[in-house]
T-cell receptor, first 114, second 111 residues
Framework: EAQVTQNPRYLITVTGKKLTVTCSQNMNHEYMSWYRQDPGLGLRQIYYSMNVEVTDKGDVPEGYKVSRKEKRNFPLILESPSPNQTSLYFC?????????????FGNGTRLTVT | GQQVMQIPQYQHVQEGEDFTTYCNSSTTLSNIQWYKQRPGGHPVFLIQLVKSGEVKKQKRLTFQFGEAKKNSSLHITATQTTDVGTYFCAGSLDSNYQLIWGAGTKLIIKP
């Protein structure tokens, strides 16, 4: 089944403890992206990747890192999480980076930083 | 920066009533996409509009793209409980492939 898989679904951690949220897609998509969703703010892009080894900052990249060493995986790394990073995170992918490619989203990761 | 304003933020309707959400951009868009997010779920792609003045229908859903390609709307006729969720528009510019997201409109069906 074609899908975007994120893990974990829920994560509670403490301030400063490094964590990684994994994202994998099995559709051979070139483009991948991370979003955070907060009430009243919609979806805000954190980082995106047009292809392997190509990553770029989105609208809210501070406090996050990403890597794209393989086409299928696009992990999100929080080196030193802080409470303001408590949010719902979505990974998404699309066939290409060209306009008009619909995004396929993972099921989300709800992160709480205390 | 570029923005897409989406209104209203919430809309409460009785089942069977119509629902409309609007998106307005400060600049001309190349295309606009619409997504639906069910409660507790993830956004799911509904449709893309590309042409000026384009109108597309999916059963009870009607999507429009304005003549100036700066605004778009989603209209649902005779809402059903399965329509509950948040509807997002997302546009892109000719100069940039990145999507600019509206904040979403949450459709709530009154009991």
């Amino acid at each position: 089944e074609a899908q975007v898989t994120q893990n974990p679904r829920y994560l509670i951690t403490v301030t400063g403890k490094k964590l990684t949220v994994t994202c994998s897609q099995n559709m051979n998509h070139e483009y991948m992206s991370w979003y955070r969703q907060d009430p009243g703010l919609g979806l805000r892009q954190i980082y995106y990747s047009m292809n392997v080894e190509v990553t770029d900052k989105g609208d809210v990249p501070e406090g996050y890192k990403v890597s794209r060493k393989e086409k299928r995986n696009f992990p999100l790394i929080l080196e030193s999480p802080s409470p303001n990073q408590t949010s719902l995170y979505f990974c998404a992918s699309s066939l290409s980076a060209t306009q008009g490619s619909p995004l396929h989203f993972g099921n989300g990761t709800r992160l709480t930083v205390t | 920066g570029q923005q897409v304003m989406q209104i209203p933020q919430y809309q409460h309707v009785q089942e069977g009533e119509d629902f409309t959400t609007y998106c307005n951009s400060s600049t001309t868009l190349s295309n606009i996409q619409w997504y639906k997010q069910r409660p507790g779920g993830h956004p799911v792609f509904l449709i893309q509009l590309v042409k000026s003045g384009e109108v597309k229908k999916q059963k009870r859903l009607t999507f429009q793209f304005g003549e100036a390609k700066k605004n778009s709307s989603l209209h649902i006729t005779a809402t059903q409980t399965t329509d509950v969720g948040t509807y997002f528009c997302a546009g892109s510019l000719d100069s940039n492939y990145q999507l600019i997201w509206g904040a979403g409109t949450k459709l709530i069906i009154k009991p």
